[in-house]
T-cell receptor
Framework: AQKVTQAQTEISVVEKEDVTLDCVYE???????LFWYKQPPSGELVFLIR??????QNEISGRYSWNFQKSTSSFNFTITASQVVDSAVYFC?????????????FGTGTRLQVTL | DVKVTQSSRYLVKRTGEKVFLECVQD?????MFWYRQDPGLGLRLIYF???????EKGDIPEGYSVSREKKERFSLILESASTNQTSMYLC???????????FGDGTRLSIL
């Protein structure tokens, strides 16, 4: 069975600090996809990134970066120079790549609070 | 732009009522999903559908059913609402199995 673990329940940082959100996953599939979603206080989940299991290149998008390491089954998310608008709950998710419709398995989320 | 619309943001119902939660997407997506979100448990998949009139159980289908009569609409039905179904319900859709899922704003359902 697939599993996603986000061990950090809540993180609190001061604006401009860097912060890393951890994600560890378990799967028996050799082909799979990993995702990060952001859920701001308004409630809607916003897609941030998708990474397939064959692509271990790190990715950077503005202040966001992602570190995918298959050897440790981790897909960590770093926000550089955090801002108050980054305050949200962040979910890591794992998807099987086969089947009629991929089911996402979500972690329990990490609540990030950025204060001035 | 991608749009998934859930019919209500907040809903209050009574124990034993039959409850309908509606979700509409305007992106011609094949796949649609219903999740519930509870503190400390993350999102859990209730049901999903990969085509009109097709449905599959997710991880926690007990007490729920779904209906997909048209491609754009996916309904979640609580046959006889119970207090343990008080939760945030999120609908999502995706173009294919490998594409990201796009989520609605959620319905916060309270069963009294």
């Amino acid at each position: 069975a697939q599993k996603v673990t986000q061990a950090q329940t809540e993180i609190s940082v001061v604006e401009k600090e860097d912060v890393t959100l951890d994600c560890v996953y378990e799967t028996r599939d050799t082909t799979y996809y990993l995702f990060w979603y952001k859920q701001p206080p308004s409630g809607e989940l916003v897609f941030l990134i998708r990474r397939n299991s064959f692509d271990e290149q790190n990715e950077i998008s503005g202040r966001y970066s992602w570190n995918f390491q298959k050897s440790t089954s981790s897909f960590n998310f770093t926000i550089t120079a955090s801002q108050v608008v980054d305050s949200a709950v962040y979910f890591c998710a794992l998807s099987e790549a086969t089947g009629t419709a991929s089911k996402l398995t979500f972690g329990t989320g990490t609540r990030l609070q950025v204060t001035l | 732009d991608v749009k998934v619309t859930q019919s209500s943001r907040y809903l209050v119902k009574r124990t034993g009522e039959k409850v309908f939660l509606e979700c509409v997407q305007d992106m011609d997506h094949e796949n649609m999903f219903w999740y519930r979100q509870d503190p400390g448990l993350g999102l859990r998949l209730i049901y999903f559908s990969y085509d009109v009139k097709m449905k599959e159980k997710g991880d926690i289908p007990e007490g729920y059913s779904v209906s997909r009569e048209k491609k754009e609409r996916f309904s979640l039905i609580l046959e006889s609402a119970s207090t343990n179904q008080t939760s945030m319900y999120l609908c999502a859709s995706s173009l294919t199995e490998r594409r990201p899922q796009h989520f609605g704003d959620g319905t916060r359902l309270s069963i009294l």
